[in-house]
């Protein structure tokens, strides 16, 4: 029961960053980018170094360990590709123009209401592709596609910290840093829509409560199936969707951001720290 609650604990703690993306806005007036590019490609190399050497490998020994070498060896490449496509068809599903990781800056949210004209010409295409959507309802649109993508990171988090706690606080750590920037994503659409600060805060901070809550569904419907077989499918999958979303996500958003290199350097530096973090552990 204790792996339970410390499970749900890091999944609330990485869902609940979106909220320190929108609240940077009240205590800063400028995006510090090469932090934000550095932090980025650290997170994605946290979580491409664990999917590929210790989440996969997990998988695939379990499977293999039920199912046989070949048969095992099978199914837990087609789960990690599956978990791909999984998270590609949700993003496929969200219209760019909503797209929470359509990339937003923090001098977005501390300009005055939106009125200049590359803003206007934004709300105005987006009044043209909703037809008669307001911008309330776009900006909560907004929200729920980030609360979407953040239920399977939720599923992921808790999933790894409840069978593996070793790596669950880096992988808890590198889902947090990536839900900054996701903040912000959401809260400047709903502070387009509202005008107000406070309620882009708000809905931003609730979208992250979608990663606890995919953990809850996920503890809840999974639990008493969880075998050695479906454990290693599960695990797999998660592999293939933390590659994805640092490949698709993470360290585009990192090279725009900032430069070339510093999302590289950031990269490589989250795998070191993976790397010894996991041979500590031995």
């Known amino acids: 029961m204790n792996n339970v609650l410390f499970a749900f604990m890091l999944t609330t703690f990485a869902g609940l960053c979106t909220g ?6 009240f205590f800063t007036k400028k995006t ?48 990690f590709f599956g978990g791909m496509l999984i998270i590609a068809i949700i993003d496929k599903l969200i219209p760019s123009s909503e797209n929470p990781h359509e990339l937003h800056s923090i001098e977005e949210l501390n300009s005055d209401h939106p009125t200049d004209t590359h803003h206007l010409e934004q709300i105005k295409k987006r009044e043209e592709a909703k037809k008669n959507h307001k911008l309330l309802r776009m900006g909560m649109f907004t929200a729920l596609a980030i609360a979407i993508h953040n239920f399977p990171e939720g599923l992921a988090t808790f999933i790894a910290a409840l069978h593996e706690p070793n790596i669950a606080i880096p992988i808890a ?3 947090a840093i990536h839900n900054i920037p996701e903040g912000i994503a959401v809260s400047v659409p709903i502070y387009y829509a509202t005008g107000s600060k406070k309620k882009a805060f708000f809905y931003s901070f609730l979208s992250g409560l979608a990663e606890p809550f995919g953990a809850l569904i996920g503890y809840l419907l999974l639990m008493p199936y969880l075998t050695e077989t479906v454990m290693g499918i599960v695990f797999a999958i998660v592999a ?32 070191i720290v993976m790397a010894v973090s996991l041979l500590l552990f031995i």
């Open 20 to 25: 320190i993306g929108s609240a940077l806005a």
């Open 32 to 79: 510090n980018t090469k932090f934000l590019a550095i932090s980025l490609g650290f997170s994605a190399g946290v979580m491409i170094y664990v999917s590929m050497i210790e989440i996969f490998v997990k998988a695939q020994d379990s499977l293999v360990g039920e199912l046989g070498l070949k048969t095992g060896s099978w199914v837990t490449v087609i789960a």
């Open 173 to 175: 750590v590198a889902i």
């Open 240 to 271: 293939g969707i933390m590659v994805f979303i640092s490949l698709d996500e993470l360290l585009p958003s990192a090279r725009e951001y900032g430069e070339h290199h510093l999302s590289i350097y950031g990269l490589v530096a989250g795998m």
